[in-house]
């Protein structure tokens, strides 16, 4: 991914990236996005980067000896340091969806921010909704109080949040409507297809926007949209 086409997906929402894989697929149809309703720490913060992939769980306490959950923890972060950029933190709590332990929060979105990853996708918890780092979104399932007994059970395998599934390496972009992945053949055309979507949209909207929009209007300009779209 080239420069031009990150700050492009950085200045867009998730729904618009959604809509426009399906212009350069030139079909309907896509379906690797998220199901229901997730929470963003930032409304306005948008999270794009490749995958790096972990698992936790927090219920209950770990019943591996405290060094091997140590190491793991420890190979965790090195994972996440020294992951090509642009890269995403994407994590599962298996304790989905009943998930209590908060592992994103003031210390791991500072730490995360500071190995320069971009954010962080999660079906489990977040807290510290005041003190999370600047520029370091988050979009998880839920927010409470608590950290439980979180711990990092699984490094760079598949994972799933929300219905989505994700694998290390995934190019996936994510904001407050949710995630998707970008499928690979699609990345060298999405650029175009998000500016071609963008100039259709402009065919209803740009008549709706103007004085005396009417419905003899609307009808010339949705007919000249139904021959545009995909």
């Not at 729904?15 to 149809?29: H, L, S």
Request: proline share 7%; with cysteine; net charge negative.
């Amino acid at each position: 991914m080239d420069q031009s086409l990150l700050t492009l997906l950085r200045s867009v929402d998730t729904p618009t990236v959604c809509n426009a894989i399906e212009v350069a697929q030139g079909k309907r149809g896509f379906n690797a996005f998220t199901r229901g309703t997730m929470l963003a720490s930032d409304p306005q913060g948008v999270v794009v980067g490749y995958a790096v992939t972990a698992k936790i769980r927090a219920v209950t306490p770990p019943t591996e000896a405290p060094d091997v959950i140590r190491a793991r923890r420890m190979d965790y972060y090195k994972m996440m340091a020294e992951a090509p950029k642009p890269s995403v933190a994407v994590i599962e709590d298996t304790d989905f969806p009943d998930a209590i332990g908060a592992f994103w929060g003031e210390v791991n979105t500072t730490v995360h921010k500071g190995f320069g990853m971009a954010g962080a996708l999660t079906n489990g918890v977040m807290r510290d909704l005041g003190d999370m780092a600047d520029g370091f979104p988050v979009v998880a399932g839920s927010i409470g109080p608590s950290h439980g007994f979180v711990h990092v059970t699984e490094l760079a395998g598949p994972v799933t949040i929300f219905g989505l599934t994700v694998s290390p390496g995934d190019l996936v972009h994510a904001d407050r409507h949710g995630a998707v992945v970008v499928p690979p053949d699609v990345v060298d055309h999405l650029a175009a297809a998000i500016r071609k979507m963008q100039e259709t949209e402009q065919l209803v909207l740009g008549p709706a926007r103007e004085a005396g929009f009417d419905f003899a209007r609307f009808e010339a300009a949705w007919t000249a949209f139904e021959k545009a779209r995909t």
